[in-house]
């Protein structure tokens, strides 16, 4: 390894292994990364000639942009460049690792060795005195001082009656930035993983609607060419209940080249179906802030629930290894077919009641001769100046319904009903007619990932920060003391020697404290 | 509100202790630099107690859970909170190294962040959380990001110091330093500007309104040709003074009578404590809370990215000082550099690249 030969494999090791090779890694790694986040990835052509307008100016931006276009930047983090490098950055930290570690092994298996008055007064850390006690008394105080201290001593002694006390401690902690290096290459391989095993994809999925089939981007399509094919993969798939063999079998092919085709366009066949019962928002008091969204999901697997779960941001559904996100949520384009969940309570007081109709359906109010007909439904009312109904905002923000209430004989009375506002429940003769919800118009955005390598990265989390503690916090440590029998003076002659590989001052200080304790034992 | 009253006794006791400590580097006697510290002390002790009492209006108003509701979720808690680590982090290298001269060029960046918030009538509103920052991961990720900032910005300034007293005019470090300062003080008085002038307007700096309406538009990015490159002409002379009076902040700072062997190692313990904290709680802390709320633990995003730029620049100061034995104005350029990814982490990503991509800005 060390050797000076200097054949091909040698040197391509040696280039490998350079610490000069990682420096120039990390340095094309920020800056091209600095590119990448001025330039929107995966953005549209408008959106990054806009950002080049500021940048370079209106005349040169588009040529700007073809280059960089052409060069991979649009999708940089993507481009074999790229990824080229994060692998070169892998196999350097991976040989410069291999290189050194051998030596360090040995320096971490090095049983430690007394030394001998004269090497111990080069040592970094050192210090001598004379006491006027006895040698055996000395050694007994230096033992257990070494002891409290966490050193386990051996002992040496000469043929002159001097006496070695040596030990060392945490010399495993050399090893704590290969743990370091290695978590960062753990790391990568969980990011590897991910990629080949894994996807990535979305789902908007209204209340009351169940599907197998996720949709992420595919790569090679432009949007035409995908949407046309995806519409008629589903409209097979649709036909035939979902049942990915059955479709293929009406299309007459195998079912592994028809899930093939699906994978082309961005479909992906999941093994069960998932399904939307409800979707709920919760906001900051009367503002439209939201403060919190959940989707109630079912699985069915082979035709049976197996899970059902609220999902909320922060608070995924897993099942077989597929992760259901909450992310974003939305209106469905027609609002015809939803169903107002109303809780009906007579003005006798009697109990409440709950009806569920859709828009042109009525009921009559238990115990009365009212009829309430469902005549509107908006999801976001409010009034103009003129006192129009609006609706203002593209989410279910102020959902409510308007109602016509008559009893048979004279005109009837209309009536706006709020869920987020009780105080329009009431009706004139005293009953309330609550909105519950109006059920089937939303949609809940959900996010759908499979990352079987999610796992192997969070390992590589732990031991990085392991490896960090050990490589920052704590060091390899030696320490030798030597008792020195002084025949004239009936005293002892000590010396306290040590080393330690990293963050010295602070076993200096023990170091210290130690010698000053043998000092005043001496007195 | 009672909390702001603690915030406005804190950022009094943090401009009175800075005149106290520059006094100090004057006189050098004892009982100034005991005022000092005492001030020092007191302000950071009020400000502890607000930031505490604006947690628990917080907490009252969410209904969220205690630690949901504290108070690191926009702009203005955050300064707050990093002058606070900052302040710490000083505090404690006081009593460490025995030495206050530093506090004379500490309290001034804590006064002026401190300042810098009331001047530029940035929201001080307590806001609710949407969805997605509603996680404990997410709190643990803001408070040792932000613990790990402070570090870095001890760093910072001990490297630039170091910059300043060992190099002259005609050096490239020299260079190097002027400049960074220069650019520096200039964008800052930019954005000064710009929260003076449109603080009528009601937006919060660093809402995405202000920033695609407001920022550098006094300046950089004014509509007329001759007051963009006004600015620009201004930016060059506030680099080209800073340039050449630098002798001046030189025996200013020489008068702290600090070793440059001193703040080389402090220079390397704040990184050496802030390297692992940033891993931790940026890196990984954040990665798992993005994977808990969109189910994508990296997506390179600006500002994913831009903490990964911070991370190998720091890697690279403990590689370059440990295996090639960099030292002095080498290693110390490093280490104000990765300061300043740090500040593009923290706001030049929602400042200038936010405004680069949102749409309709010109
Ligand atoms: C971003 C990625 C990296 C991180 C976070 C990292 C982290 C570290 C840390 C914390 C140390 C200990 C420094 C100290 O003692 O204070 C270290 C040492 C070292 N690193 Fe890295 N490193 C990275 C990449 C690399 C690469 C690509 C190489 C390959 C050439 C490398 C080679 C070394 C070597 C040879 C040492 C010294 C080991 C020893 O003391 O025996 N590192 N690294």
């Known amino acids: ?253 195998d079912p592994a080249a028809f899930k093939k085709s699906m994978e082309q366009a961005g479909l992906i066949p999941l093994d069960f ?119 203002y905002s593209q989410m279910m923000t102020n959902p409510a319904v308007r109602v016509e209430i008559t009893d048979g004989k004279g005109p009837g009375v209309s009536k706006w009903i709020a869920q987020r506002y009780p105080e329009t429940w009431r009706l004139p003769d005293g009953s309330t007619v609550g909105l519950q919800d109006f059920w089937g118009v939303q949609y809940t955005g959900l996010q759908v990932r499979k990352d079987p390598g999610v796992w192997i990265v969070y390992l590589g989390c732990i031991t990085l920060a392991l490896g960090l503690v050990v490589a920052f916090f704590m060091s390899h440590k030696k320490i030798w003391i030597r008792i020195e029998p002084e025949q004239k003076r009936k005293g002892t002659r000590l010396m306290i020697a040590a080393t330690s590989n990293k963050n010295r001052p602070a076993f200096e200080r023990a170091v210290e404290k130690l010698a000053l304790e043998l000092e005043k034992g001496g007195k | 509100m009672e909390s702001s009253l603690f915030f406005g006794l804190s950022t009094m006791a943090y401009i009175l202790a800075m005149v106290v400590y520059i006094t100090y580097i004057g006189f050098r006697k004892k009982a100034i630099g005991v005022s000092a510290t005492g001030l020092t002390v007191f302000g950071f002790a009020a400000q502890t107690l607000a930031i505490l009492l604006r947690w628990k209006e917080f907490y009252q108003m969410s209904g969220l859970g205690l630690l949901r509701s504290i108070p690191l979720t926009n702009l203005y808690e955050s300064l707050v909170f990093f002058v606070w680590c900052l302040i710490l982090g000083y505090l404690i290298v006081e009593f460490r190294y025995k030495n206050r001269s530093f506090g004379a060029f500490v309290t001034p960046v804590a006064a002026l962040a401190l300042l810098f918030i009331s001047l ?77 002038r449109f603080k009528g307007a009601g937006l919060a700096p660093g809402s995405e309104a202000f920033i695609k309406n407001f920022l550098f538009k006094s300046t950089y990015k004014n509509g007329e040709t001759s007051v963009r490159l006004l600015s620009y002409l201004a930016t060059i002379l506030i680099v080209f003074v800073t340039w050449r009076y630098g002798g001046a902040l030189k025996k200013i700072i020489e008068g702290f009578k600090l070793q440059p062997a001193t703040l080389d190692e402090i220079t390397y313990k704040s990184v050496a404590i802030g390297f692992p904290i940033f891993t931790l709680g940026s890196l990984i802390f954040g990665a798992i809370w993005a994977n808990q709320a969109w189910g994508v633990y990296w997506s390179w995003d600006p500002k994913e990215t831009w903490s990964l730029i911070t991370w190998f620049i720091y890697a690279f100061y403990l590689h370059a000082r440990f295996l090639r034995g960099w030292r002095g104005h080498k290693i110390s350029m490093v280490a104000v550099m990765g300061f300043v990814a740090v500040i593009f982490t923290y706001l030049g990503v929602n400042l200038l690249l936010s405004g680069l991509h949102s749409y309709g800005s010109q």
Request: hydrophobic share 45%; with cysteine.
């Open chain 2, 120 to 196: 530029s009538g940035m929201s001080t509103q307590i806001e609710p959380l949407v969805p997605a920052l509603q996680s404990n991961w997410l709190l643990a990720h803001v408070t040792l990001s932000f613990i790990s900032y402070s570090a870095f910005a001890l760093s910072f300034s001990t490297g630039l110091m170091y910059l300043v007293v060992t190099t002259k005019r005609g050096e490239g470090a020299y260079m190097f330093w002027t400049v960074t300062l220069g650019v520096f003080g200039a964008v800052l008085l930019a954005m000064v500007i710009d929260f003076i």
């Open chain 1, 273 to 391: 179906q998932v399904s939307c019962q409800q979707f709920q928002v919760q906001y900051y008091g009367q503002t439209d802030m939201p403060k919190a969204y959940r989707s109630l999901l079912t699985v069915i697997d082979h035709g049976k629930p197996v899970v059902s779960k609220w999902v909320e941001v922060n608070h995924p559904l897993k099942y077989k290894g597929v992760m259901f996100y909450q992310s974003s949520y939305g209106l469905v384009d027609d609002l015809s077919n939803g169903i107002a969940v109303l809780s009906v309570k007579p003005p006798d007081g009697q109990q409440a009641e709950t009806e569920r109709l859709k828009i042109g359906q009525s009921f009559q109010i238990p115990g009365t001769q009212e009829t309430v007909r469902l005549a509107e439904f908006n999801p976001a009312l409010a009034f103009d100046d003129s006192g129009k109904p609006i609706t």
């Open chain 1, 1 to 253: 390894m060390a050797s000076k030969s200097n054949s091909i494999s040698d040197k391509v090791w040696s280039f490998f292994s350079s610490i000069k090779l990682a420096i120039a890694i990390f340095a094309l790694i920020g800056l091209t990364s600095i590119v990448g986040t001025v330039i929107e990835q995966q953005a549209s052509y408008e959106t990054n000639i806009r950002v080049l307008y500021h940048l370079v100016g209106r005349g040169l931006a588009p040529s700007a942009y073809r280059v960089l276009d052409a060069l991979g930047f649009m999708n940089m983090y993507r481009s074999w460049w790229f990824l080229s490098l994060l692998v070169l950055f892998a196999v350097n930290l991976l040989v410069c690792s291999i290189d050194r570690f051998p030596a360090i092994w040995r320096i971490m298996h090095a049983p430690i060795k007394p030394l001998g008055a004269e090497k111990m007064m080069k040592m970094p850390i050192k210090a001598e005195f004379r006491l006027h006690v006895a040698p055996a008394a000395v050694e007994s105080t230096a033992l257990a001082g070494m002891k409290s201290a966490g050193f386990k001593a051996a002992r040496h002694e000469e043929g002159d009656g001097a006496v070695e006390l040596y030990a060392q401690k945490h010399a495993w902690s050399r090893a704590g930035v290969y743990l370091t290096h290695l978590s960062i290459l753990i790391i990568l391989a969980g990011a590897v993983a991910g990629i080949l095993f894994g996807f990535k994809a979305m789902l908007n999925l209204p209340e009351g609607y169940s599907t197998n089939v996720v949709f992420s981007r595919s790569a090679d399509l432009s949007d035409q060419e995908e949407n046309s094919i995806r519409a008629s993969l589903m409209g097979a798939l649709d036909s035939a209940g979902g049942d990915i063999a059955r479709a293929a079998q009406a299309a007459n092919e």
